[in-house]
């Protein structure tokens, strides 16, 4: 098994144990790879080893793997534009990925929506929550996002999947907790209010454990697939 099939294979056990550490079924969470600074190769090897999903933070680096693994003949990946999105790199995002985690404000949406090519089915959207209430985080306060998310419920080219956050790093697993149990609660209020929204992205490597137990469905992890990034060539 080379490093990343085995590291995958690490990280696909612990979701594992903190499922069952909470009685959830294991089903219920979504692994999604952060492949961002990494190379097409490393990607790849994930791939061999199963993974399908994979997050990207910057726009054109993506479109450029998505490119490259289409043109390869890998048709059954999920791509998932994670970074913040600037208007001018909007339409990248709508006509090449599969999902957009970081929506927060109704222009982005709109654009999106717009930009969406009409062979393709909507655009997964999940709307940002800045959750810790850091000034320098993207996302919008949970106070705003009723008004948010009904308009963004309303565009033909997205379809509202559910909220993403970031929670800023916390001293230990009961603060995490805290945090991530007020996701789960916005959460539980979408979905009770729009059919299509099934989706909480929730928990990286350092605080998956707290964001399953609060009921994470995606987890985005990064390092401990593919290990510390480098970002001197960027
Ligand atoms: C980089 C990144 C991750 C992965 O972080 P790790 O700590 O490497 O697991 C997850 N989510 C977002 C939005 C990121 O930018």
Redesign the pocket.
Same mark, same amino acid.
């Given at each position: 098994m080379n490093e990343i099939a085995h590291n995958l294979a690490q990280v696909q056990h612990k979701i594992l144990a903190a499922t069952e550490r909470c009685g959830r079924a294991p089903e219920e969470v979504t692994l999604?790879a952060?492949s961002?600074t990494k190379p097409v190769s490393a990607l790849a090897e994930a791939i061999a080893a199963g993974q399908r999903a994979f997050?990207e933070?910057y726009v054109q680096e993506g479109v450029d793997k998505i490119r490259y693994f289409a043109e390869n003949g890998e048709e059954a990946l999920e791509w998932h534009f994670?970074?913040p999105l600037q208007s001018n790199k909007s339409r990248l995002v709508a006509e090449h990925f599969d999902w957009c985690? *970081?929506v927060d404000r109704l222009r982005i949406a709109t654009r999106l929506s717009e930009q969406r090519p009409v062979e393709r089915p909507p655009l997964n959207v999940l709307i940002q929550i800045n959750i810790s209430d850091e000034q320098s985080k993207s996302g919008i306060a949970l106070s705003e996002l009723e008004t948010l998310a009904s308009d963004v419920a309303a565009l033909p080219g997205l379809v509202l999947r559910g909220l993403?956050a970031?929670p800023a790093p916390e001293p230990d697993y009961e603060h995490q907790l805290a945090v991530c149990q007020k996701m789960a609660a916005a959460f539980e209020l979408l979905k009770n209010r729009y059919a299509t929204v099934d989706t909480l992205s929730l928990g990286? *490597?350092?605080d998956m454990d707290a964001a399953i137990a609060a009921g994470s469905t995606m987890v985005?992890?990064?390092?401990?697939?593919?290990g510390a990034?480098d970002y001197s060539a960027r």
């Open positions: 999604l952060v961002k997050g933070n994670i970074g985690h *970081t993403m970031i990286m *490597t350092d985005r992890i990064g390092t401990a697939i593919f990034r």
